[in-house]
């Protein structure tokens, strides 16, 4: 089993819908979630980090936490064609972050 | 957000010659920095965490005298590809870890895409 899982995808959602993307983790002792965001080319950038239970808004986004089923996951609300990129989702285990292998969203015009 | 730069964003050398990519934090110090790859339409890989100051340490299965790697201040860390061939050719990306206000969080600099004739 991987330390962190996400759905390769691609996720095709329209313009104007809600982006739902999800990822689980294996560690129950894991603290610290992060979402990324990458074009094709690029390097990640920081989208949010997620500490607690609960959801955590930030603008159209929103990160989800739920420890007990250990899963975390994004909401892209209002989604534009300029977000389509690979969504990658992080775990923090001590001092390294254990990466996902990234969910491709792809937003239709 | 935090600001991480990287030297250079392309290089392209012939084999046998060496690389070295800096990797600047602008905005704050970083005592720790890390150093991924990245291979086409493939996850990032961490290499190795370098620590200010001291040596670096490397993920099982990375060359640590193919890659060297030097923390020489909270500012910057460099990455030197020794002995390049065509199979290190790849996606290099930096990254700075910063600790403030509570949060505990990893900025990325931009990458340097190198290509070994």
């Known amino acids: 089993q991987k330390e962190v899982e996400q759905n390769s995808g691609p996720l095709s959602v329209p313009e104007g819908a809600i982006a739902s993307l999800n990822c689980t983790y294996s560690?129950?002792?894991?603290?610290?979630f992060f979402w990324y965001r990458q074009y094709s080319g690029k390097s990640p950038e920081l989208i949010m980090f997620?500490?607690?239970?609960g959801d955590k808004e930030d603008g159209r986004f929103t990160a989800q936490l739920n420890k007990a089923s250990q899963y975390v996951s994004l909401l892209i609300r209002d989604s534009q064609p300029s977000d389509s990129a690979t969504y990658l989702c992080?775990?923090?285990?001590?001092?390294?972050?254990?990466f996902g292998t990234g969910t491709r969203l792809k937003v239709l015009a | 957000g935090a600001v991480v730069s990287q030297h250079p964003s392309r290089v392209i050398c012939k084999s046998g010659t060496s690389v070295k990519i800096e990797c600047r934090s602008l905005?704050?110090?970083?005592?720790?920095m890390f150093w991924y790859r990245q291979f086409p339409k493939q996850s990032l890989m961490l290499m190795a965490t370098?620590?200010?100051?001291?040596?670096?340490?490397?993920e099982q299965g990375v060359e640590k005298d193919k890659f060297l790697i030097n923390h020489a201040s909270l500012t910057l860390s460099t990455l030197t590809v020794t002995s390049a061939h065509p199979e290190d050719s790849s996606f290099y990306i930096c990254?700075?870890?910063?600790?403030?206000?509570?949060?505990?969080?990893?900025?990325f600099g931009p990458g340097t895409r190198l290509t070994v004739l």
């Open positions: 990254s700075a870890r910063r600790t403030s206000g509570g949060a505990d969080t990893q900025y």
């Open positions: 560690d129950r002792g894991s603290q610290s």
């Open positions: 997620i500490y607690s239970n």
């Open positions: 992080a775990v923090r285990k001590g001092y390294k972050y254990i």
């Open positions: 905005d704050f110090q970083a005592t720790t």
């Open positions: 370098s620590n200010e100051g001291s040596k670096a340490t490397y």
